[in-house]
């Protein structure tokens, strides 16, 4: 290797080193299927021995999960900001929350979301699963769904689904560039107001308004 091709390590503190690698592993697990990806490349991408890679994130699979967790990281149902705005209004909130946090992450988003980098190993499916329903929850309280119970696992079911077309409509977005941020959000909004006009169907549910 050349001095011109070969990496220029840097010396950062371990959690901006840390942070490094698994921003240069997303890039490249988002880019490329998972048995084309290579530590040696994620390593020299962010500027780091290998060895440096294997001590933070241990093999391949490993870091590949660290990445999963990192794309899929929802915040707390807990975290939650204070409901406002009648129920359209914060149907567009959720849906813009949505698509925030997936076009900001882009293509890695995109991979991970479809379980396209791994297949159907069961770890990342259930790390997949775990984020739908923290999603689902976090949709559910800006929406102001009160039921409990078994309407409420309903519409925790109802909103993992809506989470494929939400899916669906970012690789429209963001791979095929086929319709406009804005647009996709419109559609959303739209189909979102249908699943809480039929959960608000249900005997002893309300949604706040």
Same mark, same amino acid.
């Given at each position: 290797?050349?001095?011109? +091709?070969?990496?220029?390590?840097? *010396?950062?503190? =371990? @959690? *901006?080193?840390?942070?490094?690698?698994? %921003?240069?592993?997303?890039?490249?697990?988002?880019?490329? =299927?998972?048995?084309?990806?290579?530590? !040696?490349?994620?390593?020299?991408?962010?500027?780091?021995?290998?060895?440096?890679?294997?001590?933070?994130?241990?093999?391949?699979?490993?870091?590949?999960?660290?990445?999963?967790? &990192?794309?899929?990281?929802?915040?707390?149902? #807990?975290?939650? =900001? =204070?409901?406002?705005? #009648?129920?359209?209004?914060?149907?567009?909130? !959720?849906? #813009?929350?949505?698509? +925030?946090?997936?076009?900001?992450?882009?293509?890695?988003?995109?991979?991970?979301? $479809?379980?396209?980098?791994?297949? &159907?190993?069961?770890?990342?499916? !259930?790390?997949?699963?775990?984020? @739908? #329903?923290? %999603? %689902? @929850?976090?949709?559910?309280?800006?929406?102001?769904?009160?039921?409990?119970?078994?309407?409420?696992?309903? %519409?925790?079911?109802?909103?993992?689904?809506?989470?494929?077309?939400?899916?669906?409509?970012?690789?429209?977005?963001? @791979?095929?560039? +086929?319709?406009?941020?804005?647009?996709?959000?419109?559609?959303?909004?739209?189909?979102?107001?249908?699943?809480?006009?039929?959960?608000?169907?249900?005997?002893?549910?309300?949604?706040? $308004?």
């Amino acid at each position: 290797m050349s001095s011109s +091709t070969a990496p220029r390590f840097r *010396r950062l503190a =371990p @959690d *901006r080193r840390e942070s490094q690698i698994l %921003a240069s592993a997303a890039r490249h697990f988002g880019e490329k =299927p998972y048995s084309a990806v290579s530590i !040696a490349e994620i390593a020299a991408d962010a500027g780091v021995v290998r060895s440096l890679v294997n001590h933070y994130f241990g093999n391949k699979r490993d870091l590949y999960l660290a990445v999963v967790r &990192s794309m899929m990281f929802m915040p707390s149902v #807990d975290s939650q =900001p =204070p409901i406002e705005g #009648d129920v359209g209004e914060r149907i567009a909130a !959720a849906v #813009d929350w949505l698509m +925030t946090v997936v076009e900001e992450k882009g293509q890695a988003w995109l991979r991970v979301a $479809t379980a396209g980098g791994f297949g &159907s190993d069961p770890e990342v499916q !259930a790390l997949l699963d775990e984020a @739908d #329903d923290v %999603a %689902a @929850d976090f949709v559910l309280g800006i929406v102001g769904f009160n039921g409990e119970g078994r309407e409420r696992e309903s %519409a925790r079911a109802a909103i993992r689904a809506f989470g494929g077309l939400v899916r669906a409509m970012a690789r429209e977005v963001i @791979d095929r560039e +086929t319709i406009s941020s804005s647009r996709a959000r419109q559609f959303l909004s739209r189909s979102l107001a249908e699943i809480v006009a039929v959960l608000e169907m249900a005997d002893d549910v309300s949604v706040e $308004t």
